[in-house]
Protein backbone atom coordinates (compact mmCIF):
# COMPACT_ATOMS: atom_id res chain seq x y z
CA UNK A 1 0.00 0.00 0.00
CA UNK A 2 2.73 2.22 1.06
CA UNK A 3 4.06 2.06 -2.37
CA UNK A 4 1.70 2.43 -4.28
CA UNK A 5 1.04 5.86 -2.36
CA UNK A 6 4.39 6.42 -3.28
CA UNK A 7 4.09 5.97 -6.76
CA UNK A 8 0.83 8.05 -6.91
CA UNK A 9 2.72 11.08 -5.18
CA UNK A 10 5.71 10.62 -7.84
CA UNK A 11 3.47 10.74 -10.51
CA UNK A 12 1.22 13.81 -9.30
CA UNK A 13 4.47 15.66 -8.64
CA UNK A 14 6.12 14.71 -11.95
CA UNK A 15 3.33 15.97 -13.44
CA UNK A 16 2.94 19.11 -12.08
CA UNK A 17 6.45 19.65 -12.34
CA UNK A 18 6.58 19.20 -15.94
CA UNK A 19 3.13 21.87 -16.28
CA UNK A 20 5.96 24.41 -14.35
CA UNK A 21 8.06 24.16 -16.82
CA UNK A 22 6.02 24.06 -20.04
CA UNK A 23 3.93 27.28 -18.49
CA UNK A 24 7.24 28.88 -18.04
CA UNK A 25 8.61 28.38 -21.67
CA UNK A 26 5.37 30.09 -22.96
CA UNK A 27 5.22 32.63 -20.99
CA UNK A 28 8.68 33.99 -21.47
CA UNK A 29 8.16 35.28 -25.23
CA UNK A 30 5.12 37.34 -23.57
CA UNK A 31 7.02 38.74 -20.84
CA UNK A 32 10.24 39.76 -23.28
CA UNK A 33 7.58 41.59 -25.63
CA UNK A 34 6.66 43.28 -22.87
CA UNK A 35 9.96 44.13 -22.02
CA UNK A 36 10.38 45.40 -25.60
CA UNK A 37 7.37 47.30 -25.83
CA UNK A 38 7.99 49.59 -22.98
CA UNK A 39 11.53 50.59 -23.92
CA UNK A 40 10.22 53.15 -26.50
CA UNK A 41 8.17 55.79 -25.92
CA UNK A 42 6.31 57.71 -29.35
CA UNK A 43 3.84 59.44 -30.19
CA UNK A 44 1.95 61.68 -32.94
CA UNK A 45 0.35 65.09 -32.91
CA UNK A 46 -0.74 67.93 -36.03
CA UNK A 47 -0.60 71.08 -36.50
CA UNK A 48 -2.18 74.08 -38.97
CA UNK A 49 1.06 75.21 -41.37
CA UNK A 50 2.16 78.32 -40.33
CA UNK A 51 1.93 78.05 -36.90
CA UNK A 52 4.17 77.56 -33.94
CA UNK A 53 4.36 74.93 -30.77
CA UNK A 54 0.16 74.37 -31.58
CA UNK A 55 0.74 70.93 -31.81
CA UNK A 56 -2.51 69.06 -30.73
CA UNK A 57 -3.80 64.79 -31.08
CA UNK A 58 -7.02 66.74 -32.86
CA UNK A 59 -6.48 70.02 -34.78
CA UNK A 60 -9.74 71.58 -36.30
CA UNK A 61 -8.97 72.59 -40.22
CA UNK A 62 -10.71 73.50 -43.38
CA UNK A 63 -10.71 72.10 -46.76
CA UNK A 64 -7.66 72.87 -48.56
CA UNK A 65 -5.40 73.71 -45.60
CA UNK A 66 -1.97 72.79 -44.91
CA UNK A 67 -1.07 70.52 -42.26
CA UNK A 68 2.03 70.16 -40.33
CA UNK A 69 3.08 66.56 -38.83
CA UNK A 70 5.35 65.42 -35.77
CA UNK A 71 5.69 61.93 -35.14
CA UNK A 72 8.14 61.72 -31.89
CA UNK A 73 10.70 59.12 -30.42
CA UNK A 74 12.17 57.95 -27.58
CA UNK A 75 14.40 55.34 -26.24
CA UNK A 76 13.48 54.68 -22.59
CA UNK A 77 15.22 51.54 -22.08
CA UNK A 78 18.43 50.86 -20.79
CA UNK A 79 20.62 49.54 -24.09
CA UNK A 80 21.25 51.13 -27.09
CA UNK A 81 18.78 51.26 -29.88
CA UNK A 82 19.53 50.62 -33.77
CA UNK A 83 18.07 50.73 -36.91
CA UNK A 84 14.62 52.82 -35.69
CA UNK A 85 12.28 52.82 -38.57
CA UNK A 86 9.61 55.79 -38.63
CA UNK A 87 6.21 55.12 -40.46
CA UNK A 88 3.24 57.25 -41.71
CA UNK A 89 0.35 56.35 -43.54
CA UNK A 90 -2.00 59.02 -45.03
CA UNK A 91 -5.93 58.31 -46.03
CA UNK A 92 -7.16 59.54 -48.95
CA UNK A 93 -8.14 62.68 -47.21
CA UNK A 94 -4.71 63.81 -46.86
CA UNK A 95 -1.66 63.89 -49.72
CA UNK A 96 1.72 64.47 -48.04
CA UNK A 97 3.88 67.22 -49.70
CA UNK A 98 7.04 65.85 -51.61
CA UNK A 99 10.59 67.18 -49.71
CA UNK A 100 8.90 68.11 -46.75
CA UNK A 101 10.07 65.10 -44.46
CA UNK A 102 12.49 66.61 -41.95
CA UNK A 103 14.38 64.40 -39.19
CA UNK A 104 15.88 66.16 -36.21
CA UNK A 105 18.12 64.60 -33.85
CA UNK A 106 21.22 65.33 -31.72
CA UNK A 107 23.28 65.21 -34.26
CA UNK A 108 21.18 66.77 -36.80
CA UNK A 109 19.33 69.74 -34.67
CA UNK A 110 18.19 71.75 -37.42
CA UNK A 111 17.14 68.95 -39.35
CA UNK A 112 17.80 67.41 -42.49
CA UNK A 113 16.47 66.04 -45.31
CA UNK A 114 16.58 62.04 -45.79
CA UNK A 115 18.33 60.46 -48.44
CA UNK A 116 15.01 58.95 -50.12
CA UNK A 117 11.90 59.89 -48.47
CA UNK A 118 9.97 56.61 -48.18
CA UNK A 119 8.26 58.13 -45.00
CA UNK A 120 4.61 56.40 -46.35
CA UNK A 121 5.57 53.60 -47.71
CA UNK A 122 5.93 50.27 -46.01
CA UNK A 123 9.72 50.42 -45.87
CA UNK A 124 9.65 53.71 -44.03
CA UNK A 125 12.55 55.77 -43.13
CA UNK A 126 15.84 55.07 -40.92
CA UNK A 127 16.56 57.33 -38.31
CA UNK A 128 19.52 55.98 -36.98
CA UNK A 129 20.90 54.81 -33.36
CA UNK A 130 20.16 55.83 -30.07
CA UNK A 131 21.13 55.05 -26.62
CA UNK A 132 19.38 55.39 -23.59
CA UNK A 133 16.99 58.25 -22.86
CA UNK A 134 17.97 59.67 -26.83
CA UNK A 135 15.37 60.95 -28.72
CA UNK A 136 14.33 62.14 -32.17
CA UNK A 137 11.58 63.12 -33.95
CA UNK A 138 10.50 63.51 -37.91
CA UNK A 139 8.47 66.34 -39.89
CA UNK A 140 6.38 66.28 -43.06
CA UNK A 141 3.36 68.53 -44.36
CA UNK A 142 -0.02 67.84 -45.62
CA UNK A 143 -2.80 68.99 -47.92
CA UNK A 144 -6.45 68.20 -46.96
CA UNK A 145 -8.40 67.67 -50.09
CA UNK A 146 -10.63 70.15 -51.61
CA UNK A 147 -14.13 70.38 -49.68
CA UNK A 148 -15.66 68.09 -53.21
CA UNK A 149 -13.84 65.31 -51.84
CA UNK A 150 -15.11 65.20 -48.59
CA UNK A 151 -18.30 64.77 -46.71
CA UNK A 152 -20.91 67.14 -45.51
CA UNK A 153 -20.64 67.61 -41.97
CA UNK A 154 -17.38 66.59 -39.57
CA UNK A 155 -14.69 64.88 -41.18
CA UNK A 156 -12.92 62.66 -38.71
CA UNK A 157 -9.41 62.24 -40.43
CA UNK A 158 -6.58 60.32 -39.00
CA UNK A 159 -2.83 59.66 -39.78
CA UNK A 160 -1.48 56.68 -38.20
CA UNK A 161 2.32 55.98 -38.06
CA UNK A 162 4.63 53.85 -36.06
CA UNK A 163 8.32 53.64 -34.36
CA UNK A 164 9.99 49.97 -34.20
CA UNK A 165 14.10 49.71 -33.65
CA UNK A 166 15.38 46.83 -34.87
CA UNK A 167 14.37 43.43 -32.69
CA UNK A 168 11.80 45.31 -30.70
CA UNK A 169 8.24 45.67 -31.25
CA UNK A 170 6.05 48.48 -33.39
CA UNK A 171 5.13 50.83 -31.25
CA UNK A 172 1.58 52.33 -33.26
CA UNK A 173 0.88 56.44 -33.19
CA UNK A 174 -1.83 58.41 -34.54
CA UNK A 175 -2.89 61.67 -34.85
CA UNK A 176 -6.18 63.41 -35.77
CA UNK A 177 -7.59 66.33 -37.82
CA UNK A 178 -11.51 67.62 -38.29
CA UNK A 179 -12.32 69.30 -41.33
CA UNK A 180 -15.62 70.80 -41.78
CA UNK A 181 -17.47 70.91 -44.94
CA UNK A 182 -20.64 73.33 -45.03
CA UNK A 183 -22.89 72.31 -47.52
CA UNK A 184 -25.74 74.60 -46.94
CA UNK A 185 -24.85 77.04 -49.56
CA UNK A 186 -23.94 74.28 -52.27
CA UNK A 187 -27.59 73.22 -51.67
CA UNK A 188 -29.27 76.20 -52.02
CA UNK A 189 -26.98 78.17 -54.86
CA UNK A 190 -27.78 77.09 -58.78
CA UNK A 191 -24.85 75.04 -60.05
CA UNK A 192 -25.41 78.09 -62.98
CA UNK A 193 -26.53 81.36 -62.36
CA UNK A 194 -28.68 83.12 -65.38
CA UNK A 195 -28.46 87.13 -66.42
CA UNK A 196 -31.92 88.03 -65.80
CA UNK A 197 -32.99 89.83 -69.25
CA UNK A 198 -32.88 93.63 -69.20
CA UNK A 199 -36.26 95.55 -69.91
CA UNK A 200 -34.53 98.93 -69.85
CA UNK A 201 -34.37 100.06 -73.09
CA UNK A 202 -30.98 100.86 -74.46
CA UNK A 203 -29.82 104.16 -75.07
CA UNK A 204 -29.55 105.05 -79.69
CA UNK A 205 -26.05 106.19 -80.34
CA UNK A 206 -26.35 110.27 -80.97
CA UNK A 207 -27.96 111.69 -84.08
CA UNK A 208 -24.95 113.17 -85.76
CA UNK A 209 -27.35 115.70 -87.97
CA UNK A 210 -29.01 117.18 -84.79
CA UNK A 211 -25.75 117.06 -82.21
CA UNK A 212 -28.08 115.82 -79.70
CA UNK A 213 -28.38 112.17 -77.63
CA UNK A 214 -32.08 110.59 -77.65
CA UNK A 215 -33.36 109.18 -75.15
CA UNK A 216 -35.94 106.67 -75.41
CA UNK A 217 -39.57 107.26 -73.66
CA UNK A 218 -40.55 103.87 -72.07
CA UNK A 219 -43.74 102.84 -73.13
CA UNK A 220 -46.46 101.28 -71.43
CA UNK A 221 -48.50 98.56 -73.18
CA UNK A 222 -51.79 99.89 -73.65
CA UNK A 223 -54.52 97.46 -71.68
CA UNK A 224 -56.66 95.46 -72.53
CA UNK A 225 -59.56 96.81 -74.54
CA UNK A 226 -62.72 95.97 -72.78
CA UNK A 227 -65.45 94.64 -73.75
CA UNK A 228 -68.40 96.88 -74.65
CA UNK A 229 -71.68 96.70 -72.61
CA UNK A 230 -74.66 94.83 -74.70
CA UNK A 231 -77.06 96.95 -76.17
CA UNK A 232 -80.70 97.45 -74.31
CA UNK A 233 -83.50 95.33 -75.33
CA UNK A 234 -85.86 98.38 -74.89
CA UNK A 235 -84.43 101.71 -76.61
CA UNK A 236 -85.52 105.45 -75.35
CA UNK A 237 -87.68 107.47 -77.60
CA UNK A 238 -85.66 110.31 -79.66
CA UNK A 239 -86.88 113.05 -77.75
CA UNK A 240 -85.73 116.08 -80.58
CA UNK A 241 -87.79 118.96 -80.96
CA UNK A 242 -88.72 118.04 -84.87
CA UNK A 243 -89.93 114.65 -83.35
CA UNK A 244 -92.02 116.51 -80.92
CA UNK A 245 -93.91 118.96 -84.01
CA UNK A 246 -94.15 115.66 -86.11
CA UNK A 247 -96.07 113.76 -83.71
CA UNK A 248 -98.95 116.92 -82.31
CA UNK A 249 -99.55 117.13 -86.58
CA UNK A 250 -99.85 113.34 -87.14
CA UNK A 251 -102.16 113.32 -83.98
CA UNK A 252 -104.21 116.52 -84.90
CA UNK A 253 -105.01 114.59 -88.61
CA UNK A 254 -105.66 111.13 -86.73
CA UNK A 255 -108.49 113.33 -84.81
CA UNK A 256 -110.43 114.92 -87.25
CA UNK A 257 -110.38 111.75 -89.48
CA UNK A 258 -111.51 109.70 -86.53
CA UNK A 259 -114.71 112.94 -85.47
CA UNK A 260 -115.67 113.02 -89.10
CA UNK A 261 -116.11 109.32 -89.24
CA UNK A 262 -117.50 109.44 -85.93
CA UNK A 263 -120.44 112.43 -87.09
CA UNK A 264 -121.15 109.99 -89.84
CA UNK A 265 -122.43 107.27 -87.88
CA UNK A 266 -124.35 109.19 -85.75
CA UNK A 267 -126.56 111.28 -88.60
CA UNK A 268 -127.17 107.86 -89.79
Request: aromatic share 4%; with cysteine.
Amino acid sequence: MKKQLSNAFNSLWGGLMTGMVIGAAALVPTLVNAQAESTVKASAQSELKGQSNKWADNTAAKPGDSLKYIINYQNVGSASQESVVIRAALPKELAIVPGTTMVYNESNKSGAKPDTDTLTSEQGIAIGKYGPGANAYVTFEATVAAADKLACGDNQIKMTGSVQPKDVAKTDVSAGVTVKRDCSAAATTPSTTQKPKSTTPTTPASDPSKGTTTTPQATTPAPAATPAAPASNTALPNTGAGDVVAIFAVAAIAGFFGHKLLMRRFAN
